[in-house]
């Protein structure tokens, strides 16, 4: 078993265009790899794609509905040592997968992951902080230096297959669902990676996919529940592992922001800029939504347990 797969997630007809350029984007790279496209329980969509697109598979999801099933759906299919991951809204660049498949020379490299970049369908309001790009689906500042990580992001991911099917591929009922955001690639991270026997993943930004940010999630209520639904997978993801120390690449992301806004603050009031002090707002605004969401999702948690621990006595 040899050579890679490139496997896209899709659901919906309103991002045809986008499906398709992805889809191109993958047939382009060298070597051509094998393209699968996943239809999350979209028939008209499957249909339409397959009559598109003759040189490519097609499939439907057969699990759970979600980013999650779809993309194990797809994965299943392939045969190849390698499986990347590719987004319906995001377009590789050249050189892409070369650059995502190089660190698996190593053997204890189980996933890889690259670099994504923006493409803003409306201006980018300038109240939005570097910082805080990972809120639609882009890199962001502090992402640190080629090399180990804990995860990357499934839009623009690399796996040993193998160890991806030992895993079960990506956790079906956690993930993207409807309005629910949870960081199932987070939760795939860790549970490849085998820290005892030295297994990583490593971040390789060489290898870059272009996202595509539609006007809808360039307004100010998008960025704070995108930060509050982030909050809340986050302490899902601390419930699954039982133990806080799954979190501390977070914690040190954390420490960092109270610095980046007194610096925006203290530009804006420098040079009499106001976007500078409005990305420090900004920052404020998405960590503590972040915190509300992560409260909230810990307050659901205690009464689904309490409302365990009563209807046995009820009953």
């Not at 698996?104 to 490299?109: A, L, N, T, Y």
Request: with cysteine; glycine share 10%; proline share 6%.
């Amino acid at each position: 078993m040899s050579g890679v797969s490139v496997v896209i997630a899709a659901h919906t007809m309103d991002r045809w265009e986008q499906i398709g350029a992805a889809v191109r984007s993958a047939l382009a790279q060298v070597p051509t790899p094998v393209v699968v496209v996943a239809v999350d329980h979209n028939e008209p969509l499957r249909a339409a794609l397959a009559d598109a697109f003759p040189e490519i598979t097609v499939v439907t999801n057969e699990g759970s509905r979600g980013a999650s099933g779809t993309r194990n759906s797809g994965a299943r299919t392939t045969s190849t040592e390698f499986i990347a991951f590719l987004d319906d809204d995001a377009t590789a660049l050249a050189g892409w997968l070369p650059a995502l498949l190089a660190p698996f020379s190593d053997p204890k490299v189980v996933g890889t992951g690259g670099r994504v970049e923006p493409a803003w369908r409306a201006p980018r309001p300038n109240w939005f902080p570097d910082e805080f790009l990972w809120a639609v689906g882009a890199s962001f500042a502090g992402m640190g230096a080629p090399g180990p990580v804990r995860n990357v992001w499934a839009e623009n991911m690399a796996v040993r297959r193998s160890r991806f099917i030992e895993v079960g591929g990506f956790r079906e009922d956690f993930g993207k669902v409807g309005q629910r955001s949870r960081p199932e690639d987070t939760d795939l991270g860790i549970r490849m990676a085998r820290a005892d026997q030295g297994e990583t993943w490593i971040y390789a930004p060489d290898a870059v996919v272009v996202h595509d940010v539609p006007a809808s999630r360039t307004t100010f209520r998008f960025f704070a529940w995108r930060c509050r639904l982030e909050g809340g997978g986050k302490y899902e993801m601390r419930r699954l592992f039982g133990q806080d120390r799954v979190l501390g690449v977070e914690a040190r992301y954390l420490a960092g922001l109270p610095r980046v806004a007194m610096l925006g603050l203290l530009t804006a009031a420098r040079e009499r800029r106001l976007a500078p002090a409005s990305r420090a707002a900004a920052i404020t605004v998405g960590v503590m939504a972040a915190g509300f969401g992560f409260a909230e999702a810990a307050l659901d948690d205690v009464r689904r347990r309490a409302r365990a621990m009563l209807a046995p006595r009820r009953a």
